[in-house]
């Protein structure tokens, strides 16, 4: 196929807080290539998943959830959304109807001020409005979608359920028919930009995300320290280092007797097997680094600020 019909763009998902952009990337892509878990501020940085077929190839980009700035790594999360934006061909934001139909004032609060910003922007922009499995009477969109084509006059206004997948494809074949035409610009077979060991370390966290209480799992992060292939025994050896900002919060970690990182290792370990591929040897340690979050240095090496 010539490259003169051929479609490849990047598309930035943006959005608040637990919208849902990393559960429509996932079902999007037909394939698990970030982590998922009902606390908001899951995602801390820019996570790149491709779709490629005969006609198209769609760089996602899941960026943080938009909210208010506190420390330095909140800041550094914000400036991923930024950076993602200034690289897009497509903007998408993601949007909870279910919210927004509930407390109407949310969404001037949450997204006026990125309306403001974005307002001059002349790029395709995509609001997907997530969630309309959460309520039967569909009616009751019509104020939001008032709303958000004052806020968005020039945007395409997309319902749709991540979560069941209602409306994907259609959502897929409008956003094909607003990329720019060019050649693909990664090989077909690849489904994200990011490493094994960044991906060994989110599905790591996701697990302390289910597992920990409400205010736990902001101040814990993962490190993959040691990989290695042992020849002898056919495994994958992977020593993770879990980070937590004071001891008490170690102690929830570990749990009683061992038994929430135990639980903890068993269920990242699985998922990880599904990952490579193959046998998997995981050990999982605790260690207490206060103030990470505010630690520069330490978050450069995580991954988590541009260098």
């Given amino acids: 196929?010539?490259?003169?019909?051929?479609?490849?763009?990047?598309?930035?998902?943006?959005?608040?807080?637990?919208?849902?952009?990393?559960?429509?990337?996932?079902?999007?892509?037909?394939?698990?290539?970030?982590?998922?878990?009902?606390?908001?501020?899951?995602?801390?940085?820019?996570?790149?998943?491709?779709?490629?077929?005969?006609?198209a190839q769609m760089i996602f980009m899941d960026t943080p959830g938009l909210t208010q700035v506190r420390g330095r790594l909140s800041k550094t999360m914000i400036q991923a959304v930024w950076q993602s934006l200034g690289q897009a061909d497509v903007i998408m934001p993601v949007l909870d109807?279910?919210?927004?139909?509930?407390?109407?004032?949310?969404?001037?609060?949450?997204?006026?001020?990125?309306?403001?910003?974005?307002?001059?922007?002349?790029?395709?922009?995509?609001?997907?409005?997530?969630?309309?499995?959460?309520?039967?009477?569909?009616?009751?969109?019509?104020p939001l979608l008032t709303r958000l084509h004052e806020m968005w006059p020039k945007a395409e206004i997309f319902p749709a359920s991540a979560l069941l997948k209602d409306g994907l494809s259609e959502l897929k074949d409008l956003l094909r028919s607003r990329l720019p035409e060019g050649p693909a610009q990664f090989p077909e077979d690849q489904i994200s930009t990011a490493s094994l060991r960044f991906m060994v370390a989110e599905i790591v966290r996701e697990k302390l995300f289910l597992h920990?209480?409400?205010?736990?799992?902001?101040?814990?992060?993962?490190?993959?320290?040691?990989?290695?292939?042992?020849?002898?025994?056919?495994?994958?050896?992977?020593?993770?280092?879990?980070?937590?900002?004071?001891?008490?919060?170690?102690?929830?970690?570990?749990?009683?007797?061992?038994a929430g990182i135990k639980q903890i290792g068993t269920e990242a370990r699985k998922e990880i097997v599904e990952l490579l591929e193959g046998k998997v040897h995981l050990e999982l340690w605790v260690k207490v680094r206060e103030h990470w979050t505010e630690d520069a240095a330490f978050l450069r090496d995580l991954g988590l600020m541009a260098e």
């Fill in 97 to 142: 109807s279910h919210l927004y139909i509930r407390h109407p004032e949310y969404l001037e609060r949450d997204m006026a001020p990125v309306a403001e910003a974005l307002a001059s922007d002349d790029r395709p922009m995509l609001v997907v409005v997530n969630k309309v499995d959460l309520f039967a009477d569909k009616s009751r969109m019509l």
């Fill in 1 to 55: 196929m010539s490259t003169s019909t051929f479609r490849c763009g990047w598309v930035a998902l943006m959005g608040p807080p637990n919208a849902g952009k990393s559960t429509l990337l996932n079902a999007l892509l037909g394939q698990k290539v970030t982590i998922v878990t009902p606390k908001p501020q899951t995602t801390r940085n820019q996570i790149v998943g491709i779709l490629s077929d005969d006609t």
């Fill in 212 to 258: 920990l209480r409400q205010e736990v799992p902001y101040s814990v992060a993962v490190d993959v320290e040691q990989w290695e292939e042992d020849a002898a025994t056919g495994q994958t050896v992977i020593h993770a280092v879990i980070y937590v900002a004071r001891p008490m919060h170690k102690a929830m970690v570990i749990g009683r007797a061992g």
